[in-house]
């Protein structure tokens, strides 16, 4: 008979659960939202001794408080009852911190078992483990793991078919003494207002350390439980306990303590700092270190990625040969031209999108996997903390003088949804590689080499105020106090790459945006078609022509022809299509078309400037230029975020604050520029 059951997988950030998570479902996956909530809900299933197991990744976070909407959808879910059993996976190699999860789980009465990953980075760096001595004071199975190995699989599925396992709770009784020797009365007052069995599926000993944390949903569970009097007589007496959270925490990593006694042994050796570290991490020197392995890497992503981003860019060569077989046979123009440019376009765009996902997800999960992204992170914290975030967001704005997908993706390594998508609004102000094709080609030519280098100045120089504009605003939005906290880590050690797990995760990450992304980029491409569409085939028969001559007097407010205002759009579909509709707008031909033809070759840029020359002033240039530089980064780039956030009000809402931000600059620009030449 079938039977199905439900594993949830709890860990902190870094302990190896995507990759558990990722062997065990495979491409049976699917990525949501938690009901209410912005915090990502991944689940999956895998079949097993003739029983479907379904898996719950659970957020990764440090500890079971309820300082983000992470934890509480976490505690929440454990307590909920819809899991069989609850896996805490716990890094072996640094089990001192990374166990601090288990001591905020222990009171909590819910089946669990104690994953020890990463046991060969452990051995790797001296580090033995007893797991049958930990096993046996906390009386739930504790099992040696390696993620990444596949062959090593076989200890955990054992685990799930012994029926012991989901009767395991963790002895909550050494915890419990410790926090009774360090409050001595107040322990022994406060659990005894508590109901004797606890509340739900929480221990007293869970529910006094969290009422003295001050965590606000326990002290509601507790408050719901108990009459007013004792509720006002609980309040009244955590009231008179100074330094709560502190003290609880002590006891926390006193409990971890005891728990390793015996059952952990270090080699003096293996806690050496490397010499390549103490370059790394030091004042001077870290960030340039950091900023050139960044860039290299990114360099290195587009290289991994070029073969998927070559088969994408010679899509549209097919759309000629296409057109020709199609209109050959009665086809309708518009249907032709909806198929050959649109379709084939959208298609183009995210397979070449996709080939990028791929080499970044792939090169950049090295750099964490081998341990020295948490280096990176350490080195710019001060510096990241000044815009309201931490260390770790300065992944999506080194990645995104590449391109502003990888940025979108980057800011996956950040730990709550509000720094994701803080991170995700402020690194779309950095220029992505292809913008400097179009600015410099536009400013060289109405200002000359050093008017352009000025330029590129005065363009950063705007963009530092933008960057701290958008910090302001949309930190405020979305960043919580905790959030805003500098970043407390402790490096992991350097290990060896799982390259085969790195590879799996990479080409999940690959299909799973390019699912997300089909639809929206190949809708704006049909968008864009039906616009620029024409019988002729010329651009100046298209509606796109006829709306921009149309709203030319009030683009000319921002400084903005209806070409380059048409080219401003286009640059929506990739910075890089700006040209495309330049060119065709200037040469004649369908605009579509041109955008399309973009990622085959670039076009003549001596014609383009020629011809942006004789019909643009000074003033205008600059406009243009401004308003296509702090334009938003392109549709894929937005998808990107979407993908990310699992929102898509969000990041329209920073789309449309870009586009908007844009105009402005460009019109102030204008308007300057006017009074000087």
């Known amino acids: 008979m079938d039977n199905t059951m439900t594993i949830a997988l709890l860990g902190q950030p870094n302990s190896g659960k995507s990759t558990f998570y990722n062997a065990l479902t495979g491409a049976r996956q699917h990525v949501g939202n938690w009901p209410g909530k912005t915090v990502e809900k991944c689940t999956g299933s895998f079949r097993h001794d003739g029983n479907t197991i379904n898996v719950v990744d659970l957020p990764g976070t440090y500890s079971l408080a309820a300082n983000s909407d992470e934890e509480i959808v976490t505690r929440d879910y454990i307590a909920s009852g819809e899991a069989n059993l609850v896996c805490l996976l716990a890094d072996a190699s640094q089990l001192e911190r990374s166990l601090f999860m288990l001591a905020d789980y222990a009171g909590i009465r819910v089946p669990a078992a104690l994953i020890l990953n990463m046991m060969d980075v452990a051995t790797q760096h001296g580090k033995s483990v007893n797991a049958k001595a930990i096993e046996s004071k906390l009386g739930i199975p504790v099992l040696p793991f390696v993620a990444s190995d596949k062959k090593n699989y076989g200890s955990f599925y054992d685990l799930l078919s012994q029926r012991d396992t989901y009767q395991s709770i963790i002895s909550d009784e050494a915890l419990a003494s410790l926090y009774a020797r360090e409050f001595g009365d107040s322990y022994q007052n406060i659990t005894a207002l508590l109901p004797n069995e606890g509340i739900s599926v929480y221990e007293n000993s869970w529910l006094f350390a ?200 980057g800011s996956r390594v950040l730990d709550s949804w509000g720094q994701r998508m803080t991170a995700i609004a402020m690194s779309w102000v950095v220029p992505c590689g292809s913008t400097w094709a179009v600015v410099g080609l536009v400013s060289t030519v109405f200002f000359g080499v050093p008017g352009a280098a000025a330029i590129i100045v005065a363009l950063f120089a705007i963009s530092l105020l933008h960057l701290k504009l958008t910090a302001r605003i949309y930190g405020k939005r979305f960043l919580s106090d905790s959030d805003r906290t500098g970043l407390i880590m402790e490096l992991p050690p350097y290990h060896k790459p799982h390259w085969g797990a790195l590879i799996k995760t990479s080409l999940i990450r690959m299909w799973d945006a390019f699912k997300r992304a089909i639809g929206i980029v190949t809708l704006i491409s049909i968008i864009l078609c039906l616009l620029s569409y024409s019988g002729t085939g010329e651009a100046a028969n298209s509606i796109l022509y006829r709306f921009g001559s149309a709203i030319e007097p009030v683009t000319l407010f921002f400084g903005l022809r209806w070409q380059t205002f048409i080219a401003w759009l286009a640059s929506w579909m990739g910075k890089e299509g700006s040209l495309g509709a330049l060119a065709s707008i200037f040469n004649g031909g369908s605009v579509m078309s041109a955008v399309a033809n973009m990622s085959i070759a670039s076009p003549d840029s001596n014609a383009i400037g020629a011809a942006l020359s004789t019909t643009l002033n000074k003033p205008e240039a600059l406009a243009f230029i401004v308003a296509f530089y702090f334009n938003m980064p392109c549709i894929m780039a937005l998808s990107s975020a979407v993908h990310e956030t699992h929102s898509l009000k969000w990041p329209l809402r920073i789309a449309l604050y870009y586009i908007g931000v844009s105009l402005l600059l460009a019109c102030v620009v204008y308007h300057l520029a006017l009074l000087v030449f």
């Open 210 to 409: 969290k009422l003295v944390e001050r965590d606000p949903v326990a002290e509601g569970i507790i408050k719901d439980a108990v009459d007013e009097v004792s509720f006002k007589k609980l309040i009244a007496l955590r009231d008179a306990i100074p330094n709560g959270s502190s003290r609880t925490g002590n006891c926390k990593f006193q409990w971890i303590d005891s728990l390793l006694e015996g059952a952990l042994n270090t080699e003096p050796a293996s806690l050496s700092k490397s010499g390549f570290d103490h370059l790394a991490l030091s004042k001077q020197g870290g960030k340039w270190i950091a900023a050139g392995i960044i860039l290299t890497s990114l360099i290195v992503s587009i290289l991994v990625g070029y073969p998927l981003m070559a088969v994408g860019s010679m899509l549209p060569m097919f759309g000629a040969p296409l057109s020709n077989w199609m209109l050959s046979v009665g086809v309708h123009p518009l249907l032709v031209s909806l198929i050959s440019e649109a379709l084939l376009t959208g298609i183009a765009f995210t397979i070449m999108m996709c080939g990028y996902i791929f080499g970044a997800t792939l090169v950049f999960g090295f750099i964490e996997d081998i341990g020295y992204m948490a280096r990176v992170s350490y080195v710019y914290d001060g510096t990241m903390r000044k815009l309201g975030l931490h260390g770790k967001a300065v992944m999506p704005f080194l990645v995104s003088f590449g391109c502003n997908i990888a940025g979108s993706s």
